[in-house]
């Protein structure tokens, strides 16, 4: 496939060699990353680029290796062969604390927030900041405060109010909020738009564009194709451990995906394509 314009909806339009789209050295690469459980071979000499200030979407049926990858990137489990670069150098992440050390920090799907505490407490959670054996919550309130204004999270009601309290999309935020004070430069998404409503999906989707704006890479799991095409740079489909076709979301459409998430292959084009093909396909 070659690029073409973007499809019908989509945030993200442009072609291959557009600055952003394709031009940058990316921030991690993955080079024929192999992992196995047993004879079950969960990844296949799987390749993939995430680039600094770009969406990557990750997408793949049940199975296809998405979750694996993920915690191979974060540092939950070891790759059995391939290497892992992280600014152009080989890393060997044996930790997800080593992962977080390079920049790396992962929102799961279930969040891991704790609903009986508030803001504050949650984004600081393990890592509270503490001056003469105290809690210094004055720091911890400025920081946390400023945070969330700076990826423009102006809905709740106060940064000391119970996450319990919050609705789906707010709760998303602190999340990713609590991801990114730490210096992060690769944030990873997993279906961070499941069982949100409309205007709660919409907010994700701006925050996730808001991050990639301040030149974080973003790297999201997700199975809604809707949300793929209107946030994603970049496209990545996996099908049973192998890296079907990855590239510019500009050479994809939504029948192509399906195609390449259900067999592995597709002899269609975006419409108005040239002859060509992604990386990978």
Known sequence: MSAVEAPTGSRRGGTVGEPGLGTREPLLELRGVWKSFGPV???????LEVPAGQVT???????????????????????????ILWAGQPVHMRSPREAAALGIETVYQDLAL????????????????????????????RSAGQTLAGLSVTTVRSIRQPVASLSGGQRQAVAVARAVMWNSKLVIMDEPTAALGVAQTAMVLELIERLSHQGIAVLVISHNL?????????LAVLHLGRMAAAGPASEFDRQIVVDL??????????????????EGG
């Open 41 to 47: 071979h969960a990844l296949e000499g799987v390749d």
């Open 57 to 83: 979407a990750l997408v793949g049926d049940n199975g296809a290796g998405k979750t694996v990858l993920v915690k191979c990137v974060a540092g939950a489990w070891e790759p059995d062969g391939g290497q």
């Open 114 to 141: 704790c609903d009986n505490l508030d803001i504050v407490q949650n984004m600081f959670l393990g890592r509270e900041r503490v001056r003469r054996v105290v809690l210094d919550e004055n720091t911890m309130e």
């Open 226 to 234: 809707n949300d793929v095409f209107e946030v994603a740079d970049r």
């Open 261 to 278: 998430m259900t067999t592995g292959a597709t002899t269609r084009r975006a419409p108005g394509a040239t002859a060509g093909s992604s």
